[in-house]
């Protein structure tokens, strides 16, 4: 009977050693541990990177709109309540106010404090309504829009922006997306049959999703008549140079790049950028940082007045969201207000955040000039850390700290995703975050032992709950063939 040859299979398919089986069991414990801390880490860190403030009210900034010129170009600079890079809005930012002739504001769709990178709080400028009415009060209009990247707000915030950017484009505005901000700017259909590019790691995702686009690797900025699309995060430099170079001239431009220490200016187009992609090595350091980071992890950054936002920005992105060390907060006595005018307001004073900081950052050519001028520590709180000591590009001292106090491949890999041209930053200091590789082969040998303890308890007991008792032997096989035969 067909039956009775299945009993027989059953009983002789060929079993699976115990001893494999075990072994199995005690790999899958040695991945289970570290993995585990590594997901409640990694989820940790990423969701910090732009959580909101529990106190996010309106909050009126520093009056500017007054100074509003008609003469001079106007240009908006996009920000949301649910995030925005801080280095993507603020190095454009800087790079066009500190020229002195355009107009230059940070807008969103409400009035209220919006979440940077890493927990730095900015209060915009204006709305898109008081926007509209500022440039209707002066018989004036809006020469450009630069669109950094955006956590994903939500549906209605969303609507707003997508409406109001093709507004801005169809008036003949000149959009500009920094890095992730393609994103934002593909989905207004804007960019439908242009070139246009942005962050390598982003560029398979948008390929997939916006197909009527022309993707385009390997190049600083990809413009296509009124739009202008960036690599990553520092390639907003070259494309609000180039804003510049459009709407008042070349020679301002090479001014704005000696001011704000930008090396890699490429006059007139696009420079050249490495085509990067994921390696071992990279995925292997952010696992790492974001999972067993070991080093000092809570960093508190100082806010001052007179900062330069590049140097603001300098001092949250690149300890965060491009190499995943650990958690900034922005310290102060108050709401400061920065070299060309935006209005930035700390999480908690230094008192406050003393027993919990690892690191004070203390960002600024300014307060390094100024250290007895209140920029030192409250009681408890670690000793600052002066970023901005020698005339330099803000990142480049971010750069050389990483590495000194954590690891170069740490270093390397932030300034890789900052999309920085070449690196030509020397960089000092361990050649691997060996400590936090260690934290996770002790996490594995942790879950190893404790599945090979828990694997000979449970053996002893049910030793002991069966005594005398000998394992049954299976059907010999002369009975099986009996069966097979029986009708």
Known sequence: MWWRRDEYAHHHRPAIPRRVLRGAVVVLAALLVPGAVSAVNTVGKFGDRYEAR????????????????????????????????????????????????????????????????????????????????????????????????????????QDSITAWLRQQAAAGALTVSVCNGARTLAATGLLDGRSATSHWWRLPGLRDDFGDVDWVSGRRYVEDGTTITT??????????????????????????????????????AAGPIPVSSWEPQDLAVVALNSSYQTGPSTIGVRLTEGVGELELASAFVPYTEQSMIGRT????????????????????????????????????????????????????????????????FPFDPVLRDIARTYDVPTARFAAKTLEYPVLDVELSGSGWPWQETIVALLLALLGAAAAT???????????????????????????GRELIASP
């Open 54 to 157: 529990p106190d996010q009210v309106a909050i009126e900034p520093a009056p500017r709109s007054a100074g509003h010129d008609p003469a001079k170009p106007t240009v908006a600079l996009l920000a949301a309540s649910s995030g925005t890079n801080a280095a993507d809005l603020l190095g454009p930012y800087e790079t066009l106010a500190s020229t002195g002739r355009m107009n230059t504001y940070v807008v969103s769709a409400g009035a209220r404090t919006v979440p940077l990178t890493g927990g730095l709080d900015l209060v915009p400028d204006l709305t898109f309504d008081a926007l509209a009415r500022l440039l209707r009060g002066h018989g004036d209009r809006l020469d450009a829009v630069v669109i950094p990247a955006l956590q994903e707000p939500d549906a209605a915030e």
């Open 231 to 268: 690599a990553g995060v520092l390639s907003g430099i070259d494309g609000s140079l180039r804003i510049l170079e459009r709407l008042v001239g070349a020679d301002v431009a090479a001014e704005a790049a000696r001011h704000v220490g930008w090396r890699h200016y490429s006059p007139g």
């Open 329 to 392: 907060v922005a310290v102060g006595d108050g709401p400061i207000r920065s070299e060309h005018g935006l209005t930035f307001v700390p999480r908690s004073t230094p008192g406050a955040a003393a027993g919990e900081l690892d690191r004070l950052l203390v960002p600024g050519h300014a307060a390094a000039r100024n250290r007895a001028a209140g920029t030192e520590p409250a009681e408890g709180t670690p000793a600052p850390v002066y970023l901005h000591v020698a005339d330099e």
């Open 453 to 479: 303890v828990t694997g000979v308890l449970l053996r002893r007991r049910r030793a002991r709950s069966r005594p005398g008792q000998d394992a049954q032997p299976l059907p010999s096989p002369g009975t």
